[in-house]
Structure formats: C-alpha cells, structure tokens
C-alpha cells in the first residue's frame, strides 16, 4: 500500500448495522487523493440521480486524505461528502478541529454511512474497535451538551465528536455538523443528512502510528511551514476573518440588505475589528498544528451575571447574520451565532433567509399572517435570534424554509423565485460577485453551488498568487480577460485542497504548490511535480462535475441569481456586474474540455484518466 495511506474504507451500514473494511485500490488514490475527491468518486458510483438525499441509500463520506495524521500546518481539515438536500447535487464540506487527525490514527482513510438506524445512534471509532452506540438520551440535546455528555463518556484525552444539533435531527435543509463546540462542516445541509439516518455524532480517538515514507523530511517540512504561516498570516491570528469586514464594505463586496445596500459605513464599525475585539474579549483558537489560530473565543457578558462563551461569529457569520440585515447590534449577532451552533445551522443560510424572508414582506408577497408571529423588519436583533430558533425548532417560519431557498420561493410565488439569491440551491457565501467578475463565474460554475471556498480565484486580486499555477500579477477584479483560466485555475487548486485534505488558508500563509507537492511526495514516496499536482486538481474538479451531471445538472443551472446583474450606485463596485455572461460561459465551458451543455467530453475524461476512475460515463 502507498505510505501515509492505510487502504481501508470503513463501511457501516445503520440499517443492518453492518460494519466492514474495504481495501482501497492504490492507483485509484493516484488519480483522486482522497478526501473530497475520493468522496466524489464513492458518490458517482454508488448514488443514482433517483435517490434522495434523506434516502438510506444516500451516502454519507467522512474523507480525509494523506495530510491528515500529520503535522503540517492547515491539515486539520478534513471533509463530509453526500448529496445535498437543498441542491440535491454534489455537496462536501470542510470541518476542522481534530477530528481527522485522530480519524486517520484510528487506522482509516475514509468512512462511508448508509442506511437509517432504527433508534438514534452515535458511532465511537478507536485504534481496537468501532461501536454503535444508543443515543436515545442525548437525541433532542443541543449540540454543545451533545458534545459535553459524550466527552465525558469517553475516557481519553485525545478524543473529538462531530454531532448534530436539533436542526439536523429535524431535516432543516440548512443544518451543519459541529465538530468539538468550534468548528463546523457548516455548508449544503449535510447535518440533515446526519439526521436522516438517525445518527447523532460519530467519536473518534485514535493513537495508531502512521507509515511515512519519509518521516524525518516530512517533520523537517512541516516545522519550518509551521513557522513560516505563523509568520505571514499573523494577520489572521491578531483579528481572525474579522479584520476582513470593513475592506469588504469599503471594496463593496460585503452583503448588504440581502444584496440591494451598497454602502454601510456606519454599521460595519460595530460589528467589525478593534470594536469586536474589546466587546466579546475575543481570542484565537487553533486547530490541531495549525499556527494561525484564525477561529475566535469569545467571553463576554450579555446581562449581569451571565456570560457567553464559546466559539465566536466570524466574517460569513458577521456578513450574513449582520450587515445583510442592516443588523449592528454585536450581542444580538453574538446571541444569534451561539444559537446556530447549539442547534447545528448553517449561519450564512440562515441569514440569507431572514434577508430574503423581510425583502418578500415588504413587497407584499409575505403576509404578516405567513410571518408566524414575527415582526420582520431590517436591524432588528431580536428578530434574528427568534428567526433562528423557528429554523431550528422547524416551526412556523422554519418550515417555509426547511427545504432550503427554491422550494421556499416556490411557495411564496410571484416574484419571490426572482429575488431569491443562490446558485443550483446553495445561498451565496457572504462576498458578493459583483465586486469580482471572476468569482461571479465560479459563483455560477461551482460543483456545490455558489461557493467562494471550492474556487478562490477573487483573492488574485487581493495579492495572493500562485505562481506556480501561471497567476503571477495582481488580477484587476473588474476585468473579464482570462477569466476563464484564472476562474478554473484556483478551482482546480481548491479541488486539490480539499482532496489532500488541506486548509486554504494555508495560501494566506504563503504555503506554495511547490510545498504542498513536497508534503506529499515524502508522505507517499511518489514524485509529482507542480504541473502533475495541477492535474490532480484539474480531473478531481471534473469528476465532481459528472457527479453533478448524473444527477441532472446541467448548463441552464450554470447560472447567476437576477440580483447579481444589478449594479450599485455608489460604494467599492459602482455601476459594476459581469457583462457578456453567457459568451464568458461559452470561453469557460471550451476551456474547460466540456461540452455546450456543461458536460466534460470523452476526449476530456480519458485526458484525466477519468475513464479508469468512474464505473459508466453517462
């Protein structure tokens, strides 16, 4: 077997309760690493386009890669793969913490759940054993006391739980995974999928030494990366992503008034760095090895004798939960935030409907009868905070939006569908495409649907560049020449990422291909170069498309909300969207190797080797 792998899938199936090992096919790991990419591959040949996502023979992928187990900065990462239930496509989501270090230690490189257990259960996997439990008594606990209750079972330091909150027992669309009270598999509603199947947490600790084909190399390069991030992204730890919120308005790509605002110089101050900082007594806190510490500990008190500690909201969070709703209030967002994570809610959808939900109201497409009680009204933190625990408890306003935003809008009528903003389902991130063209594209093109995270290509113009990749000038984000390259390149680089597995914020810390490459090389004992890791990244991308296209996507998904060709009049990106949308498509989809209707050609997938990967080619 390749060095830093164990070649082993770890099978459990709920219903049976059948648990097996799968060995894994070295040439295989070749082609797709593992992580997001092997978790694409699991997907496209074992999900067919009828199944549903709460169906038991959904998959749901626990993946890590050949990062994981080590010391490497940012491979605390680790990824969940499944259909998603609000864009019924391809979905994976990055969680962090610990859990696939001590994952890849129990002696596994991915495991796969199907099935629905009859009564709720929760997994413990260790170097000796893997377990279902009964989880009957903890079914109905927030996902903090979830996690307190089941850290106290386990007699181990080195142990970490990704569970469900209430949202995800209920099937809210937009429920997430909480990974150890701090981190989050936050996107495309896969904590409902974890619901679905009557699964309450899966615990990992394990101890097991992992073989290395270069052991002494590997430590060499990981400490001096270690000090190198530390070095460059000391921004990140000093402020977080919260020092990111004030550029964002000043450049005009923070969210605001659910994406009709263009400016929002007043309120952006309170909810933004120093302000943060001495409000919420914010600290950093890392992920395992990582030396950035971008998450924050917040401990602040919200009325005489009663403080809220815990993980802090972060720039998604600050945007969507805060200037989307022309909300300034920092406690209410800070209330608002420890709400999601106790119920498990994915806080950039969660803000998206609130914003949706208020702009349908004034337009009278909304009745207040519709509005179950609620006053819905711009900057109102009392507001959010009841919004949230309807959407969790799947009650009066959680029910209009428990299947995510299109079936939403379908309900509400009229017009409500125009105003929706998403692509394929999945609400925009909190960085608005208007202020760069070539997020705009990969906004539309994303496999998971609108994602700055699965294609990073706006921050070229932020001044982080990847040589090594053919990008090495500062991109004008207002500028439509090369988007095409520049769009599939960084989504090439992101589908590597998140296959190694890999945090990005690693290219704020000045990690280079030519690292990364060297990481896994002496993990492996392979010899890839930078263009052959590009490759990699290239044939993962695209077989993360034909999961997506054997599940009926298609090019009239591959588009930009209505509200994405409406341009600011004032503010960072004023008079600005991306022209000539569907010519820009058409340079994209040829570049890319695929076909008018957005499917990679045959010529394409034996390029990629792809033809050795997937079972049929549809």
Same mark, same amino acid.
């Given at each position: 077997? %390749?060095?830093?792998?164990?070649?082993?899938?770890?099978?459990?199936?709920?219903?049976?309760?059948?648990?097996?090992?799968?060995?894994?096919?070295? =040439?295989?790991?070749?082609?797709?690493? *593992?992580?997001?990419?092997?978790?694409?591959?699991?997907?496209?040949?074992?999900?067919?386009?009828?199944?549903?996502?709460?169906?038991?023979?959904?998959?749901? %992928?626990?993946?890590?890669?050949?990062?994981?187990?080590?010391?490497?900065?940012?491979?605390?990462?680790?990824?969940?793969?499944?259909?998603?239930?609000?864009?019924?496509?391809?979905?994976?989501?990055?969680?962090?913490?610990?859990?696939?270090?001590?994952?890849?230690?129990?002696?596994?490189?991915?495991?796969?759940?199907?099935?629905?257990?009859?009564?709720?259960? @929760?997994?413990?996997?260790?170097?000796?054993?893997?377990?279902?439990?009964?989880?009957?008594? %903890?079914?109905?606990?927030?996902?903090?006391?979830?996690?307190?209750?089941?850290?106290?079972?386990? &007699?181990?330091?080195?142990?970490?739980?990704?569970?469900? *909150?209430?949202?995800?027992?209920?099937?809210?669309?937009?429920?997430?995974?909480?990974?150890?009270?701090?981190?989050?598999?936050?996107?495309?509603?896969?904590?409902?999928?974890? *619901?679905?199947?009557?699964?309450?947490?899966?615990?990992?600790?394990?101890?097991?030494?992992?073989?290395?084909?270069?052991?002494?190399?590997?430590?060499?390069?990981?400490?001096?990366?270690?000090?190198?991030?530390?070095?460059?992204?000391?921004?990140?730890?000093?402020?977080?992503?919260?020092?990111?919120?004030?550029?964002?308005? =000043?450049?005009?790509?923070?969210?605001? &008034?659910?994406?009709?605002?263009?400016?929002? &110089?007043?309120?952006?101050?309170?909810?933004?760095?120093?302000?943060?900082?001495?409000?919420?007594?914010?600290?950093?806190?890392?992920?395992?090895?990582?030396?950035?510490?971008?998450?924050?500990?917040?401990?602040?008190?919200?009325?005489?004798?009663?403080?809220?500690?815990?993980?802090?909201?972060?720039?998604?969070?600050?945007?969507?939960?805060?200037?989307?709703?022309?909300?300034?209030?920092?406690?209410?967002?800070?209330?608002?935030?420890?709400?999601?994570?106790?119920?498990?809610?994915?806080?950039?959808?969660?803000?998206?409907?609130?914003?949706?939900?208020?702009?349908?109201?004034?337009?009278?497409?909304?009745?207040?009868?519709?509005?179950?009680?609620?006053?819905? &009204?711009?900057?109102?933190?009392?507001?959010?905070?009841?919004?949230?625990?309807?959407?969790?408890?799947?009650?009066?306003?959680?029910?209009?939006?428990?299947?995510?935003?299109?079936?939403?809008?379908?309900?509400?009528?009229?017009?409500?569908?125009?105003?929706?903003?998403?692509?394929?389902?999945?609400?925009?991130?909190?960085?608005?495409?208007?202020?760069?063209?070539?997020?705009?594209?990969?906004?539309?093109?994303?496999?998971?649907?609108?994602?700055?995270?699965?294609?990073?290509?706006?921050?070229?113009?932020?001044?982080?560049? @990847?040589?090594?990749?053919?990008?090495?000038?500062?991109?004008?984000?207002?500028?439509? =020449?090369? %988007?095409?390259?520049?769009? /599939?390149?960084?989504?090439?680089?992101?589908?590597?990422?998140?296959?190694?597995?890999?945090?990005?914020?690693?290219?704020?810390?000045?990690?280079?291909?030519?690292?990364?490459?060297?990481?896994?090389? /002496?993990?492996?004992?392979?010899?890839?170069?930078?263009?052959?890791?590009?490759?990699?990244?290239? /044939?993962?991308?695209?077989?993360?498309?034909?999961?997506?296209?054997?599940?009926? /996507?298609?090019?009239?998904?591959?588009?930009?909300?209505?509200?994405?060709? =409406?341009?600011?009049?004032?503010?960072?990106?004023?008079?600005?969207?991306?022209?000539?949308?569907?010519?820009?498509?058409?340079?994209?989809?040829?570049?890319?190797?695929?076909?008018?209707?957005?499917?990679?050609?045959?010529?394409?997938?034996?390029?990629?080797?792809?033809?050795?990967?997937?079972?049929?080619?549809?």
């Amino acid at each position: 077997m %390749i060095k830093g792998y164990w070649g082993k899938i770890l099978r459990i199936d709920l219903s049976s309760r059948k648990i097996v090992e799968q060995e894994l096919d070295p =040439e295989l790991l070749r082609v797709v690493i *593992g992580g997001a990419g092997l978790g694409a591959k699991i997907l496209y040949d074992e999900v067919s386009r009828e199944v549903g996502p709460y169906d038991p023979e959904n998959k749901l %992928i626990f993946g890590i890669g050949p990062f994981q187990g080590t010391k490497i900065p940012g491979a605390a990462k680790w990824s969940v793969i499944s259909k998603s239930p609000i864009t019924r496509i391809f979905a994976d989501s990055a969680g962090g913490s610990s859990w696939g270090y001590l994952f890849k230690r129990c002696g596994y490189d991915s495991l796969v759940i199907e099935g629905k257990a009859e009564n709720p259960v @929760y997994i413990l996997i260790t170097s000796e054993k893997v377990k279902i439990e009964d989880a009957s008594e %903890i079914w109905g606990k927030d996902a903090i006391e979830t996690i307190n209750i089941l850290r106290s079972r386990i &007699k181990s330091r080195n142990v970490s739980i990704a569970c469900i *909150g209430k949202a995800g027992e209920n099937l809210v669309g937009i429920a997430n995974i909480v990974i150890d009270e701090h981190s989050f598999a936050g996107r495309c509603g896969l904590g409902a999928v974890m *619901g679905s199947k009557n699964l309450k947490a899966v615990i990992v600790t394990g101890d097991k030494e992992i073989p290395f084909y270069d052991k002494d190399r590997l430590e060499d390069i990981s400490k001096n990366l270690r000090k190198k991030v530390a070095r460059e992204a000391k921004f990140l730890n000093t402020d977080g992503t919260i020092g990111g919120v004030i550029p964002a308005e =000043e450049k005009g790509y923070l969210p605001i &008034k659910y994406w009709r605002g263009d400016t929002w &110089k007043e309120g952006v101050k309170n909810i933004s760095a120093p302000v943060y900082n001495k409000i919420l007594k914010a600290k950093p806190k890392s992920c395992i090895y990582c030396p950035i510490g971008c998450h924050r500990l917040i401990n602040v008190e919200i009325s005489p004798g009663e403080f809220l500690k815990g993980s802090g909201p972060e720039y998604e969070t600050l945007g969507m939960l805060g200037s989307n709703c022309l909300i300034d209030d920092l406690i209410a967002i800070t209330k608002a935030n420890d709400l999601c994570t106790r119920y498990g809610i994915d806080t950039i959808s969660a803000g998206a409907f609130l914003g949706f939900a208020i702009e349908c109201y004034e337009r009278g497409l909304l009745s207040t009868e519709d509005c179950a009680g609620l006053n819905l &009204k711009w900057g109102d933190g009392e507001l959010l905070q009841d919004f949230i625990k309807q959407l969790g408890e799947k009650k009066g306003m959680g029910e209009l939006f428990a299947d995510g935003i299109i079936e939403a809008a379908k309900k509400i009528g009229k017009e409500a569908e125009e105003i929706a903003v998403h692509v394929k389902g999945l609400d925009l991130p909190a960085i608005d495409g208007r202020a760069f063209y070539s997020l705009s594209l990969n906004y539309a093109t994303g496999t998971r649907g609108a994602c700055h995270m699965r294609g990073y290509p706006h921050i070229s113009s932020l001044g982080a560049l @990847y040589p090594e990749a053919g990008i090495t000038e500062v991109q004008n984000r207002f500028s439509i =020449e090369k %988007i095409e390259y520049l769009t /599939a390149k960084y989504q090439d680089l992101c589908a590597l990422y998140n296959s190694l597995v890999l945090c990005q914020f690693m290219i704020w810390g000045k990690m280079t291909l030519t690292d990364i490459v060297e990481c896994l090389n /002496a993990i492996t004992g392979w010899s890839l170069t930078v263009k052959d890791a590009m490759g990699v990244g290239e /044939a993962i991308f695209n077989l993360q498309r034909l999961v997506d296209v054997k599940f009926g /996507a298609k090019r009239s998904d591959d588009k930009l909300p209505k509200r994405m060709f =409406e341009p600011a009049r004032r503010g960072g990106r004023a008079g600005k969207y991306i022209p000539f949308f569907d010519k820009i498509l058409d340079k994209y989809y040829n570049f890319r190797g695929w076909d008018r209707n957005g499917k990679p050609t045959l010529e394409k997938i034996k390029e990629l080797n792809l033809d050795k990967v997937v079972s049929e080619v549809i």
